[in-house]
Structure formats: structure tokens, C-alpha cells
């Protein structure tokens, strides 16, 4: 069975400051791996996603994550935090099984911004 | 074009009582995943409905009911309420067997 596991319940930074989100999984194969951020009382908005090709994937609002199938990690990263990043953020992994697609999320990583 | 619209937003509930909530699609969207999302954790997949039929349903009791209809907007139903089923009720479309989800701003229930 698939699952994620994010370390972090929260993360503290300075406004302007560089950010990294632990995501590990774990699934038989190369599975679709995501990450999605929600704001409070919101739904979930896609950052970025992966499958295959380029490990190194650039999402959307200055977001990027890395694939690292020798540690079965996928860390989102940004290099200078906004205050508007402020929000829950999860990993996500899926795969299509029997002509549908599940992803399993991960509890999820708070982020909390300091001005 | 509207993304996907869940209504309504914020619910209250007693323990037994039985609750509908409802999602519409985003448009050209025509399969609709239930998840469960607890205080604190991620989503959890409850039944995603394709074709007006269910097609993958997660670990939930039988309690849990759902529906598609014609024009791809689906319903869930929880009957007999329980506390624990306090949680916020997200609904995600897509286009069939593709990755990419679109979830709603979901419904807040709460089981007193």
C-alpha cells in the first residue's frame, strides 16, 4: 500500500527566508507525486506535481520540489518565503489502480511566517 | 467557468441524525472523489463516482453513501452521525483517470 509520511507537523520562518518540506513515500513503483497547499477554510490548490523526466520540478508561486527515488523524498523548497505562503501544506502519492486514481496525503506540514 | 462548488459550507448536526452534502463538478470535469479531512490531518479518500456509479471506495462504513447524477454532481450521505465524523468534507473532480484533481473549498460538519 502507498503512503506518505511529512515529518514536520510545523515549520517556523522569517519572511524572506528560504524554505524546505520534508516528504517521504513509499509505493512499489515510480508513482505521481504531489504537492498541494491549502489556505484556511479553502480547498486544496495544486503547487506541483511529477511522474517522470526531470527530477527537479518547478511548480507555481515559486515552488519547486525535487524527486529523489534513492531516498524516496520529494521536499518542496522555496528560495525566499512570502508572508502569503502561510498555510497547510501536503505531499500527495498516487497511481492509477484499476482504471481509477487515489492519492494518499500525508498529515500535512504547517507554515508558519514571521515578518 | 466555475471550478468546483460545494454546498453548503458549514453544517451542524446531532449525534443519529443523518446529513446530505453536495458537490458540482468543474466543468467538462465527469468523475467526483469524497475525501475526509479531520482537525489536524490530511484528506482521506472516502468513494470517488464515475458514470453514475461508485467505482473505488476507501476504509469508511457503509454509513457512507454517495451518488452521481446525469449531469456528473454527486451527493454524500452520512447517516446515523457520530462524533468522530466531525470533520471537513472536500469533493475533488476530475476527467476520467487523470491525475489532476480540482477540489472544492468543502463543507465544515459538525456532530454535536
Known amino acids: 500500500a502507498q503512503s506518505v509520511t511529512q515529518p514536520d507537523i510545523h515549520i517556523t520562518v522569517s519572511e524572506g527566508a528560504s524554505l524546505e518540506l520534508r516528504c517521504n513515500y513509499s509505493y512499489g513503483a515510480t508513482p505521481y507525486l504531489f504537492w498541494y497547499v491549502q489556505s484556511p477554510g479553502q480547498g486544496l490548490q495544486l503547487l506541483l506535481k511529477?511522474?517522470?523526466?526531470?527530477?527537479l520540478v518547478q511548480g507555481i508561486k515559486g515552488f519547486e520540489a525535487e524527486f529523489k527515488r534513492s531516498q524516496s523524498s520529494f521536499n518542496l523548497r522555496k528560495p525566499s518565503v512570502h508572508w502569503s505562503d502561510a498555510a497547510e501544506y501536503f505531499c500527495a502519492v498516487g497511481a492509477i489502480e484499476g482504471g481509477s486514481y487515489i492519492p494518499t496525503f500525508g498529515r500535512g506540514t504547517s507554515l508558519i511566517v514571521h515578518p | 467557468d466555475a471550478g468546483v462548488t460545494q454546498s453548503p459550507t458549514h453544517l451542524i448536526k446531532t449525534r443519529g441524525q443523518q446529513v446530505t452534502l453536495r458537490c458540482s463538478p468543474k466543468s467538462g470535469h465527469d468523475t467526483v472523489s469524497w475525501y475526509q479531512q479531520a482537525l489536524g490531518q490530511g484528506p482521506q479518500f472516502i468513494f470517488q463516482?464515475?458514470?453514475?456509479?461508485?467505482?473505488q471506495r476507501g476504509n469508511f462504513p457503509d454509513r457512507f453513501s454517495g451518488h452521481q447524477f446525469p449531469n456528473y454532481s454527486s451527493e454524500l450521505n452520512v447517516n446515523a452521525l457520530l462524533l468522530g465524523d466531525s470533520a471537513l468534507y472536500l469533493c475533488a473532480s476530475s476527467v476520467r483517470v487523470q491525475e489532476k484533481l480540482f477540489f472544492g473549498s468543502g463543507t465544515q460538519l459538525s456532530v454535536l
Open positions: 463516482y464515475y458514470e453514475e456509479e461508485e467505482r
Open positions: 511529477y511522474f517522470s523526466g526531470d527530477t
